[in-house]
Structure formats: C-alpha cells, structure tokens
C-alpha cells in the first residue's frame, strides 16, 4: 500500500506554483510599460538622442565671425591712428630743428658778420703769435706782450708756463718762434668768441738744429675796450 503525499506538503507546493505565476505575470507587464513607453516616444516623433545634443562647429564658426570683425575694425582703427601721430610728431620735430637753425644763425655772427670775424681772428691770431715767441734776451718783452694779449684763467696759465722755462731760455739760450697759420672763428656771440687756432712753432737750443712742431689749441676770447683778449687756452 503505498502512502499518500502529506496535506501540508501539498498546500506548499500549490503556494509555491501560484508565486511563480505571479512573477511571471508581473514581468510580463513590466516588459509590455517598457516597451509602450519607447514605442510611444517613436509615434510622437521625440527625437530623443537630440534633445541636449551639443553645438556643431558651424555654429562655432558662426558665433566667431562678429568677434573676428569687431578686432579687424579696431585693428584697422589702430593703425590709422598711429600713423597719424607719426606724422604728427614728424611736423613737430622738423619745426622745433628749423627754429633750433634759425636761433642759432641769428645769434652767431661768426656765420653773418664776415668782419667782426675777421677782426677777432686777427686779434686773437697775432697774440699768441708774440706770447708764444721769445729769445733769451727779449723775455720782458714776451712778458709785456702776454699781460696786454691775456686776462682771466689764460693769464695765470701762461705765468705758469712761463715760470717753469724761464730759467732754460736764459741758461740754455732757448728760442721759440710761432706763427699762427689757421684761425677759425666757432662762435662769436656779443662780446665772447670761442675759436680754434693751428699753430707751427721753431724751437732752437743754443747752437743745436732747429725743430719744428706744430699745435692746436681751443681758445676763448672776450672783447675788452674794444681789444680782443684771451680768457681760456686749452690744447687739443
């Protein structure tokens, strides 16, 4: 005989049967909402991998182009400008040298005065022709010629000079001769003259040969009761 399946274990089973009906009918449904949904957004015409679709490089280039404009017309703007004031700056210097020239024709009369010029060169040339000249016996003569001729700084350069070959030209019988064979006149405005003098000069030591020297010396003279005289003596 054989024996029956308990009550209990039939009841489960039956519970366990109507569970996985139930499942599968809760897929079922859960599949069919999925698939109205995607097929609903079809049949409206959603486009639905378009709606934050991001900026295509037309509409880069597009947005660009009002910028690239705005710099070219400033740019253009710029330049416009900045030839402008070239120019202007351009008038300006060349007015300024113009006046620069003007002024300093006007106020030099070394330029415009032929005989004012003449005068200072020859004055300032045959001075330091005598001062620059003496034998060992005419040295007083020398000197008188430098206290007439000299004033100022040139004055106590010269008594330097002098102080240091007085003894030699009267124990070593020392002659200088000098001749002034250029004067040129730089500037002369009112009564200072500011020139430049090329010198030759012969010296003789006693019965020795002869040697011949030249010098250049930068020279400022003033007009003094109506004589030139040198102020200032540098060599160059």
């Known amino acids: 005989m054989k024996r029956g399946t ?9 519970e366990a049967a109507g ?4 499942l599968e009918a809760g897929a079922a449904g859960a599949g069919e909402e999925a698939g109205t949904g995607v097929e609903d957004a079809a049949e409206e015409g959603t486009p639905v991998a378009e709606a934050d679709s991001p900026a ?3 509409d880069g280039a597009e947005d660009a182009r009002p910028v690239r404009t705005r710099w070219a017309r400033r740019r253009r703007l710029a330049v416009a400008l900045g030839s402008v004031l070239l120019l202007l700056a351009g008038c300006v210097l060349l007015q300024q040298a113009h006046s620069l020239r003007h002024t300093s024709g006007a106020a030099n009369h070394a330029l415009t005065d032929a005989e004012a010029s003449d005068r200072v060169s020859g004055d300032v040339g045959n001075a330091l022709a005598r001062i620059f000249s003496y034998t060992p016996d005419g040295m007083a003569g020398t000197e008188r010629s430098a206290r007439a ?3 100022g700084k040139a004055a106590r350069q010269y008594e330097a000079l002098l102080g240091r ?22 500037s002369l405005r009112g009564d200072t003259a500011h020139l430049l ?7 003789r030591r006693g019965d020795e040969k002869a040697t011949t020297s030249a010098a250049q010396l930068s ?5 003094d009761d109506g004589v030139w005289r040198v102020v200032d003596l540098t060599a160059r």
Do not use: I, K, M, N
């Open 56 to 58: 295509t490089p037309e």
């Open 149 to 151: 001729a000299l004033a």
């Open 165 to 186: 070959v007085r003894e030699d030209v009267r124990t070593q019988r020392v002659t200088l001769s000098t001749q002034s064979v250029r004067v040129g006149v730089v």
């Open 219 to 223: 020279v400022t003279a003033r007009l």
């Open 6 to 14: 308990p009550v209990w274990a039939r009841e489960r089973g039956a």
């Open 197 to 203: 003098v090329f010198l030759d000069q012969t010296a």
């Open 19 to 22: 569970a996985g009906e139930e």
